[in-house]
């Protein structure tokens, strides 16, 4: 069974930093697409970034480019999301999902999920 705990969120003020960590097990790790989404109160759930199975590709959600950087270590099956430049449009439930798809973005392209992660920035 496929498990992924995510843990890192908290309450940051505008323009400081968080990092997102994601724990896969039950799955050989390696070998999927990752990606991070977040839901904001109200809204539908939103693709911020995601990456392939070797690391070498990466996306981004345009709001997002050049503040964060999505990573992986595949030796600690481990899913990393490093937000920089922290805004208060950014406060979400962030979700790291796991894809059998080589370039997935919709949410209908992941078939496992986390449990979330709550980011609060105040403004």
């Known amino acids: 069974q496929v498990q992924l705990v995510e843990s890192g969120g908290g309450l940051v003020q505008a323009g400081g930093s968080l990092r997102l960590s994601c724990a896969a097990s039950?799955?050989?790790?390696?070998?999927?697409?990752m990606g991070w989404f977040r839901q904001a109160p109200g809204k539908e759930r939103a693709f911020v970034a995601r990456?392939?199975?070797?690391?070498?590709?990466?996306y981004y959600e345009d709001s997002v480019k050049g503040r964060f950087t999505i990573s992986r270590d595949n030796a600690k099956n481990t899913l990393y999301l490093q937000m920089n430049s922290l805004k208060s449009e950014d406060t979400a439930v962030y979700y790291c999902?796991?894809?059998?798809?080589?370039?997935?973005?919709?949410?209908?392209?992941?078939?496992?999920w986390g449990q979330g992660t709550q980011v609060t920035v105040s403004s």
């Open positions: 999902a796991t894809s059998r798809r080589h370039l997935p973005s919709l949410v209908t392209d992941y078939d496992y």
């Open positions: 990456i392939s199975w070797s690391g070498g590709s990466t």
């Open positions: 039950g799955r050989t790790f390696s070998n999927y697409a």
